[in-house]
């Protein structure tokens, strides 16, 4: 009867968790990790089962929002740009030096954090059209922070050039030390995910993935794992995934930022168009160009689609991700679908939908409305704006 088989099931998960545990093996000496510092790196690689059962690969998820500082993979990247500053003698632990950085908000995030473990200043400068529980975030965590209209590259009052600004301003009194982060320019950025995010993904598959998927803001992401995983899987498909509006899909697939088919004059468009967060953009990055030969295919994404698969993995997984992490799965079923079953394939999901509830949730709609939705639906959202 039912009772009694749920009672078999428990006792056979029961053992399972038992068989996991190190409970009863003897005790070793523990390591701590030191310090939010030490919670950074080493995130689960889980497979998405929704997802995975509708296309018929493995579609795994590097849960980057778990990382500890900041809860995304900038945690990574901004404990790289402060080790190597402090390397560099730039930057002295509790000294009350200032990092300034500008970001759409991650990357703030996980500054502010280190640098209160650190014993730093964080001053953020970030648009004022992100979502409000990131600059909210920023200053509980005692960060500066500057918001600022957004502005085209060659504004010097866009948030990035604000940044280095305050940064030249600050440091050109002799008795103050400081640093601009530069997260889009600087080698530390792309390095951080060669030395951890690369290396991670590779032993946790066991080196057998046959296509990695991810989306670019700074593009230290995919420019540093493909970087790690290129010479050592040469038959993988790296893949950009990229929100509309970004020139970085036209970018990969015809060498420059606007579409070449376009007419002159309607070709260069100064703001990512959409309602995802910390991915597309319309500059050529340091970052992104140190692995963007690396990258064998783009695949564009609406914002329907991101918001319907953020709906979808939700009710069907209880995974709750901003806006980058389900444009990220909407590239990563597509590139299944277009592989064919059978493969293995590995995106990231940068951050929780906590970070993303007044703008991209906002909009997303109630949860649980639809309960038969299908793969279909998710991909179809999207031929009203990219076909
Ligand atoms: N997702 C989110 C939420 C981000 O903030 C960023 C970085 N701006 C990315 C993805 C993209 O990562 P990368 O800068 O390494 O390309």
Redesign the pocket.
Known sequence: DSVSSIASRQRVSMKDNTSRSTATTALQEPIFPEGIEGCIGNTPLFKIKSLSDATGCEILAKAEFLNGAGN???DR?ALSIINMAEDDGLLTPHSGDTIYEG?????GISLAAICRARGYLAHICMPDDQAKEKSDLLEKLGAEVERVRPAPIVDQNQFVNRARNRAAEHTADPNRRGIFAD?FETQA?WQA?FNGTGPEIYHQTGGRLDAFV?????????SGVARFLKPRLPKLRVVLSDPQGSGLFNRVKYGVMFDPKEKEGTRRRQQVDTVV???GINRVTS??EAGRELIDDAVRVSDEQAMAMARWLVEKDGIFV????AVNCVAAVKVALQMGPGHRIVT?L??SGM?HLSKFWAQVGPIGGKDDVTLDDVLNAATKQNG
């Open positions: 995304s993979p900038k990247v970001t759409v908000g991650s990357t997260q950025n995910h991810t989306g670019a803001g700074t593009g230290g992401t995919i967060e910390g991915i970052n992104f901003g806006s980058s992490s990231i940068c951050d970070r």
